[in-house]
């Protein structure tokens, strides 16, 4: 696999400060509605963006070797897809919080055509999935350290993507938290922007209060139109292969599992 990748973020740098870290002090939070003029509702990150944990010998052995390949930091430079899937036009999907990678592991091999990025803040998450990649020889997997929002925003460029995956956000379930979550009217109106028409937009969640939540939203982005779920016709994979364990977690409490999905225009 091609190791090339068009970032500021050299290997050098991610050596110095350990690789898959953030550089010191608090990470980028763009004021979105000063960028794109708008007055729409943004996450407040508060302190997810400072998520840690530890790796076991054997995933920092993993990590050191495969993360300059595989792997980058949130940085100001566009991703140069191709290049770094070694492929040319070869569509791609974005997948926002993707926690241990489980769904992402389990769709990937269904859609061999297609390029997928991994997107997550928790890097115990970040070397589970890359371990599975690595032991199960998963080519189409590439992933992204950092804040779904700061990424899409500074390392995609408008239109440039054919999917967008939100997976099980954080419910934030207290009232006065509701307004770190992510599906609000300000990241779908970005994940419109990122996405090439006819690109497809898939969220999902088991939390019947955040459900009811994005149920208002449905119809807030006019780039976005709402297909709802299932849409048999949809031009990728939409099977999440299984379950994972937040939505396994929902089940045994009898909750129901909702999915979206919306098309750019
Ligand atoms: C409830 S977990 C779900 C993980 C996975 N999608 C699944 O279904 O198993 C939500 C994940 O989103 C990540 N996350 C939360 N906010 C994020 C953000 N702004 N950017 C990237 N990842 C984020 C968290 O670290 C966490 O791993």
Redesign the pocket.
């Known amino acids: 696999m091609n190791n090339t990748m068009n970032t500021v973020n050299t290997h050098n740098n991610q050596q110095s400060r350990g690789i898959g870290e953030f550089p010191a002090g608090r990470p980028p939070q763009t004021d979105f509605n000063d960028v794109f003029d708008n007055n729409l509702d943004y996450?407040r990150?508060g302190t997810?963006t400072f998520?840690r944990g530890s790796l076991s010998d054997n995933q920092l052995a993993t990590f050191e070797k495969h993360w300059p390949e595989l792997g980058a930091m949130l940085a100001d430079e566009r991703v140069d897809v191709d290049t770094w899937f070694g492929r040319s036009g070869a569509p791609t999907i974005v997948e926002?919080?993707?926690?241990?990678g489980?769904?992402t592991a389990a769709m990937a091999p269904k859609e061999p055509d297609t390029n997928i990025i991994a997107?997550?803040?928790?890097k115990p998450?970040l070397a589970k999935l890359l371990g599975q990649v690595v032991r199960e020889n998963i080519p189409n997997i590439r992933m992204i350290r950092g804040?779904?929002?700061e990424v899409l925003m500074r390392m995609f460029g408008p239109e440039s993507l054919d999917g967008i995956r939100v997976?099980?956000?954080?419910p934030w379930p207290k009232a006065k938290h509701h307004k770190r979550r992510?599906i609000q009217s300000g990241p779908l109106n970005l994940f419109a922007s990122r996405l090439k028409p006819g690109g497809v937009l898939h969220v999902a969640t088991d939390h019947a209060d955040y459900a009811e939540w994005i149920n208002e939203l449905v119809e807030v982005e006019p780039q976005l139109e709402y297909k709802g779920w299932p849409w048999p016709e949809c031009p990728q994979l939409t099977d999440r292969q299984l379950i994972?364990?937040?939505?396994g977690k929902g089940l045994e409490k009898d909750h129901i599992i909702n999915e979206y999905l919306w098309v750019k225009r």
């Open positions: 996450p990150l997810v998520r926002i919080g993707s926690g241990t489980t769904s997107v997550e803040l928790y998450g804040d779904g929002m997976f099980f956000p954080d992510i994972t364990k937040f939505e």
